[in-house]
């Protein structure tokens, strides 16, 4: 069993900053897929972001440009920086992380994007 806490999350005005991190414990595979999600009010569950261990990122198109992936094995810690936020990425980010005979989510941070 892996767990997942995710923390960062806030109010923020558009434009704005915000960086969410994901802390994993219990039994981490050596190999492992790194993932965010979010799901906004009435909507589904989507892929922003996603990392592996081989450190190749993936991004949606709709934060290419604006979000950075990242992880610290070491630390058993992904990251999620996010800038330029606008409204439309409000929503409850998830971390994932998936590996053999593994899949584990956190419980989600609230990220609100208003003026």
């Known amino acids: 069993q892996v767990q997942l806490v995710e923390s960062g999350g806030g109010l923020v005005q558009p434009g704005g900053s915000l960086r969410l991190s994901c802390v994993a414990s219990?039994?981490?595979?050596?190999?492992?897929?790194m993932g965010w999600y979010r799901q906004a009010p009435g909507k589904q569950r989507e892929l922003v972001a996603s990392?592996?261990?081989?450190?190749?990122?993936y991004y949606s198109d709709f934060v290419k440009g604006r979000f950075t992936i990242s992880r610290d094995d070491a630390k058993n810690m992904g990251y999620l920086q996010m800038n330029s936020l606008e409204p439309e990425d409000t929503a409850v980010y998830y971390c994932?992380?998936?590996?053999?005979?593994?899949?584990?989510w956190g419980q989600g941070t609230q990220v609100t994007v208003s003026s």
């Open positions: 994932h992380l998936q590996g053999p005979q593994l899949r584990s």
């Open positions: 219990g039994k981490i595979p050596d190999i492992y897929f």
């Open positions: 990392i592996n261990s081989a450190r190749i990122t």
